[in-house]
T-cell receptor
């Protein structure tokens, strides 16, 4: 059973702080890694994707990947109350085409 | 780009009714689409992988005769919940990907199904 693990939270950070969301995965053959944001009652929205070891930055978001440690993270700088949501980590299934394995998500709360 | 449209957004119907949900990729072709179900405060559960021109691949425990999937074109997949019962009430979400195995899935807005 291929697994993706996330701390369910809630993770509470003050407005303006850096939020750090972490994810580990079990399938060493995985090559593609995705972060989705899901607001309550809404469908997931793609935030970032990363394929190579290292950091990838997009605005206030930075994805970090370490394949040796089977670890992927998402940093949100200057956190805003509108960032409060559940963040889902997703990993491609080796040989599964576009099929993804999702973590259960981390709930982030950005407090005023 | 990579917009996925899902219709309807809400369905409320009586027990025993069959309900069809449509998923369209608006600006790309999708050989494969995915159907998920999500109960309140729970994680996404993949129900099936919809393949254009062939039979869907269902996840373990998902009844293929109850959840009929048709993927007749590269831009349209449908999920029909047959003879729906209250326990089928859930949030159904489709997704599609525009390219190869490393491309992200893009989600539709979801369909909230309530069976009375």
């Amino acid at each position: 059973q291929k697994e993706v693990e996330q701390n369910s939270g809630p993770l509470s950070v003050p407005e303006g702080a850096i939020a750090s969301l972490n994810c580990t995965y079990s399938d060493r053959g995985s090559q593609s890694f995705f972060w989705y944001r899901q607001y309550s009652g809404k469908s997931p929205e793609l935030i970032m994707f990363i394929y190579s070891n290292g950091d990838k930055e997009d605005g206030r978001f930075t994805a970090q990947l370490n394949k040796a440690s089977q670890y992927v993270s998402l940093l949100i700088r200057d956190s805003q109350p509108s960032d409060s949501a559940t963040y889902l980590c997703a990993v491609n299934v080796e040989g599964g085409g576009n099929k993804l394995t999702f973590g259960t998500g981390t709930q982030l709360k950005v407090e005023l | 780009g990579a917009v996925v449209s899902q219709h309807p957004s809400w369905v409320i119907c009586k027990s025993g009714t069959s309900v069809k949900i449509e998923c369209r990729s608006l600006d790309f072709q999708a050989t494969t689409m995915f159907w998920y179900r999500q109960f309140p405060k729970q994680s996404l559960m993949l129900m099936a992988t919809s393949n254009e021109g062939s039979k869907a691949t269902y996840e373990q425990g998902v009844e293929k005769d109850k959840f009929l999937i048709n993927h007749a074109s590269l831009t349209l997949s449908t999920l029909t919940v047959t003879s729906a019962h209250p326990e089928d009430s859930s949030f159904y979400i489709c997704s599609a990907s525009p390219g190869g195995g490393d491309q992200p899935q893009h989600f539709g807005d979801g369909t909230r199904l309530s069976i009375l």
